[in-house]
Each structure stands twice: as structure tokens, then as C-alpha cells.
């Protein structure tokens, strides 16, 4: 300890008084001389104005006597030690003193080392008892800090666990809880679509965004009653508080909710649960309010939802017709993303279009067999590799501890348009190929006359599907290509100076004339005409 000890020397002869308090060097033992009196009245305003910690005092002096000082000043300061100077006729004085609180005394003749070392003993004992108070309002300073935290977690067990009365007001009273000891709600608060909004903010910014809300609630409720807002999860808030009689508690809910709208750039959705009159009941209030804030699963939030007021939800596992089952599996495998979309929401609209809504779980179990059924036929159509990021989703669409039907929905989706993105990819590439090894086969055998049902058998496909198929990925029909490929290779062989008679017969065209027609249509000139500009031998004629 560095603190200094203030001390006051009391005695009615002058030079035992400037001997003790001149002749040591108190400050060196962390202590300071705040003054001196002659006689125990002196003494009494001396202490009464300086308040020191140690009184140095001789017994017998005129006016008041050490004894009847001694009474006044640990009346009024039980912590100040005070040491007597004594001789050996005033023993049974000191002993008197000592009796009536004094710290200890000194029997003349003393040395000044002697008073040394009683002061010291008693500014030893003042250190720790210091000490000791110190760490007493440490302690309390720590308590008051973590009473918040010992509020909520004594709430939390009353809102998990059933318990009795009594068990519930053993610790009401220690916490100092700023709530009426009768007549609770509890309301449940959750910020909607938290997750997506914040997931690339940083922790700090998440943080703000919940004391911010948490304190827009506090605010609230302090306009019309006592509360006590604590958090329960990741964006969800646990209120608990005793219900006014001038204003209904779903009127309180709703102005919590447009003030958090309002004051914030977030929207609440709130589960209100039924008034109990007990603390040890509130648990009955909480899972009210669960089941209330379920029902935000249907609507998307921004909105109040009072147990009292709910349509009873049922634990029945949803149904959907095997048929529209089948059609969006067919609508898979083929890649149909379009049709694929407008079934699922024909699913999700079958199960939740129904006299009692399904509890919310049920939903969520239904799309996971749903996903996992969809992610089984896509695994049938592509490869492993394909497969990762498909799985990938599968797994998340799983794992969702917090969902909304939307989003369970649109999940699904998402689910279907990456399956069927690699399967369009997949028949393009396959589509492509057909065509290149059709293409490959015409540029090689430019001269056979072959229809274009002899080129689907080529790649076996009917004629129709084939022909719609070419034009497709070349943007010509069949035909259309086999001439161009023609004249192009007209173009070469007219080049090298080759009759138009030999190149029609070269290239299959057993009328020259027709071929010469065909010639002059692709490339604005007659044979003779192309021959005699870009031949070399027709140049040079």
C-alpha cells in the first residue's frame, strides 16, 4: 500500500510532543504529522478536524483525560488506532484503554525506536485492514458488474426449467431484479433475416446492430412498464415484463416493433406469450411465446404474433401428389429449369394450403427429404466432380437451424437450377458433338448425295430431331450446309485452274448448269467468272 497515514501527537508536556513529532522522520515510514495538542479536549477537535488514522496520546492530561478521549474518538472513528503513553503507575489505565478499544500502549521511559515500531505495528495494522476493505469493494464492484449477467442467466433457467416458488424468489431478492414480483408476459423478439444482412459486415458492426436493437426495445418498454430485455441467441431478444392495465400488451408489441423499424434500418418479428401471474410460470409464458414467433415462418415478419390469437398448428408430416413428384424429377433429368421452378412451387403450395398450417419443423423436414430425393436424380445424370457443389448446397439445406418458408423454398430452387444448369451444359456439349461428327463426316464425303435422314442414322437419331438439332447449333438447315461446303471447295479447285465440268462431276452435281446456277447464287459470279479473276492461269490468258 502507498497511501500516507495522517497522525496527531497529544500530550501536556511540550517537549514530549516536538520530541516525538520533530525528532523522527516520519515521512520516511509513510506517514505524516497533521498536528498537536496539549490536553484530551484540544485532542478531541484536533481528531474531530483532521481525522487521523493514528492518535499518539499520553493518559493523564488536564481537562479530558486520555480514557474519556479515547471513548469520543472511536464513538466517532472505530478504525482509528490509538496508542497510549503510559509509565508504570497509569498501568492499569492502559490496560483500561485498551479495554475500551485503544490499539496499544507505551510504558515510559521510551526510546524513540520504541515508538517507532508500535507506530509502525499500527499502520501495519491499518494497511491491512485497508486491504481487506479494499477487496471487499472490489468484489462489490465485480457483483454490480455481473449482476446483468447473473439477471439473465437466473432468467434463463426460470424460462428452460420448471421450478417452485420458492426456488424462483431465493435469488429475486439478491439480484435486486427491477421487475413487480406478480403478473409477467413474455415476449420473444427476433431481427428478421439477420444472417443474410450481416454476413459480410464486420463483428463490430453485428455488435451495434444488436445493441441498437436490444436498446430501441429497452426504451420502448420503459414508456409503459418495468422489463428486463436480455439476448437469447444470435438475433434473438427474451422480454420479460409486467403487463400495464392502462394498454393491452399486443399494443406494446406492435409499438416495439414500429419504433425498431423507425429507429433502425432492420424489421422484428415477435412471439407474444400469455400473462402468468408467477415467476415460477413464466416458462409457460416463454414456450407461448415460441410457438408465436413460429409463426413467423409463414409470413416473412415485421410482424406481432399473439399465442392467444394463433390458429393451432399441426404436427402432421406434409403431403404432395407423387404425380407432380415424378413430373419435377422427369423435369430434372432433362434439364427443364423453367418447368422444374413452377413445380416446386406447386409442391410448397399443396403443403402449406391446408385447414391447420403444419408446424413449422415438419416443413423443414419435408424439404430435406425433398432435396435429398432431388439431389439423388442428379447425382444419376452427372459426375462426381459435378456433384460438389450440388452436395454442397444439399448439406446447407440440411444444416438450417433458422429458416423462413421463402427461404426454404427458394433453397430448393436454387438446389434444382444448379442441377439442371450442368445438365443444359451437358446435352450443348453433347449436342455439339452430334453435329461436329456430322460436320467432320460431310466435309470427308463432300460429293455423296445423302439425305438428311441418312445423316441422323449417322449419329442415330430420327430425321426430324436431327435436322431441328443441325440447324440449331450451325444456323443452316442440312441441305444449306452440304452447299456451302460445296462452293467453298469449288472456290479452291476453280483456283487451281480446273474445269467447271470436272469440278461439278468432283463435287456431285451431275448438271453443270445446276451447279453453275447453285455457284453463281453463293458467290455473286459464275464458275467462269471466279475462274478468270482468281486462277492463275485464267489471269495470265
Request: include cysteine; proline fraction near 4%.
Amino acid at each position: 500500500m502507498t497511501t500516507e497515514l495522517r497522525m496527531c501527537v497529544i500530550d501536556d508536556i511540550k517537549t514530549v510532543v516536538q520530541g516525538i513529532s520533530n525528532q523522527i522522520n516520519w515521512e520516511t515510514h509513510g506517514i505524516r504529522i497533521v498536528g498537536t495538542a496539549s490536553n484530551g479536549e484540544k485532542g478531541i477537535d484536533l481528531i474531530l478536524e483532521t481525522e487521523p488514522h493514528i492518535v499518539l496520546t499520553d493518559i493523564r492530561m488536564p481537562k479530558i483525560n486520555g480514557l474519556e478521549m479515547t471513548k469520543q474518538v472511536l464513538k466517532k472513528f472505530p478504525r482509528t488506532r490509538i496508542v497510549f503513553l503510559s509509565g508504570y503507575t497509569d498501568f492499569e489505565y492502559a490496560q483500561q484503554a485498551v479495554q475500551l478499544g485503544a490499539f496499544d500502549y507505551i510504558v515510559k521511559p521510551y526510546t524513540p525506536q520504541k515508538i517507532i515500531e508500535v507506530v509502525l505495528k499500527a499502520k501495519k495494522s491499518i494497511e491491512e485492514e485497508m486491504g481487506e476493505t479494499q477487496r471487499y469493494h472490489e468484489m462489490e464492484r465485480k457483483l454490480r458488474e455481473s449482476l446483468p449477467y447473473l439477471r439473465q442467466e437466473y432468467f434463463q433457467l426460470l424460462l428452460q426449467f420448471r421450478t417452485t416458488p420458492e426456488q424462483a424468489a431465493r435469488r429475486w431478492d439478491f439480484l435486486n431484479i427491477g421487475l413487480e414480483r406478480e403478473r409477467f408476459v413474455v415476449m420473444l423478439t427476433e431481427i428478421d433475416q439477420f444472417a443474410e444482412q450481416t454476413e459480410t459486415l464486420p463483428v463490430q458492426e453485428v455488435e451495434l446492430i444488436r445493441f441498437t436493437v436490444q436498446n430501441i426495445l429497452e426504451e420502448s418498454l420503459r414508456r409503459f412498464t418495468k422489463g428486463f430485455v436480455f439476448r437469447d441467441n444470435t438475433n434473438r431478444f427474451v422480454v420479460i415484463f409486467n403487463p400495464p392495465d392502462s394498454l393491452s400488451v399486443e399494443a406494446i408489441s406492435e409499438q416495439c416493433r414500429e419504433n425498431v423499424e423507425k429507429y433502425s434500418r432492420y424489421t422484428i418479428s415477435l412471439g407474444l406469450g400469455e400473462e402468468v401471474k408467477a415467476i415460477h410460470q413464466i416458462s409457460y409464458s416463454y414456450s407461448q411465446a415460441l410457438a408465436a414467433l413460429s409463426y413467423s415462418f409463414y409470413t416473412g415478419g415485421n410482424t406481432v404474433y399473439s399465442y392467444r390469437n394463433m390458429s393451432p398448428v399441426h404436427q402432421m408430416v406434409p403431403r404432395y401428389s407423387p404425380e407432380k413428384e415424378k413430373e419435377l424429377f422427369y423435369c430434372l433429368r432433362s434439364g427443364n429449369l423453367h418447368k422444374a421452378y413452377a413445380i416446386v412451387d406447386d409442391l410448397f403450395e399443396e403443403t402449406i394450403t391446408v385447414p391447420v398450417p403444419p408446424a413449422p419443423e415438419a416443413v423443414k423436414g419435408f424439404c430435406d427429404e425433398l432435396a435429398f430425393l432431388i439431389n439423388r436424380v442428379f447425382s444419376e445424370k452427372l459426375t462426381h466432380e459435378e456433384m460438389k457443389q450440388i452436395e454442397r448446397h444439399f448439406l446447407y439445406i440440411k444444416n438450417l437451424s433458422s429458416y423462413k418458408l421463402k427461404e426454404l423454398q427458394g433453397n430448393i430452387k436454387e438446389l434444382c437450377r444448379m442441377g439442371c444448369m450442368l445438365i443444359q451444359k451437358r446435352h450443348v456439349e453433347d449436342t455439339n458433338q452430334v453435329v461436329e461428327q456430322v460436320i467432320a463426316h460431310i466435309r470427308q464425303n463432300v460429293a455423296s448425295n445423302l439425305t438428311v435422314n441418312d445423316y441422323a442414322k449417322l449419329v442415330y437419331l430420327s430425321g426430324s430431331y436431327f435436322a431441328n438439332l443441325f440447324k440449331k447449333v450451325t444456323g443452316m438447315t442440312v441441305v444449306q450446309f452440304v452447299t456451302t461446303e460445296r462452293m467453298e471447295q469449288a472456290k479452291i479447285m476453280l483456283a487451281q485452274g480446273k474445269q467447271v465440268q470436272e469440278i461439278a462431276q468432283a463435287l456431285g452435281y451431275e448438271d453443270r448448269p445446276h451447279f453453275s446456277e447453285l455457284f453463281k447464287k453463293h458467290t455473286g459470279m459464275t464458275p467462269s467468272e471466279f475462274k478468270q479473276l482468281y486462277s492463275a492461269k485464267g489471269a495470265g490468258s
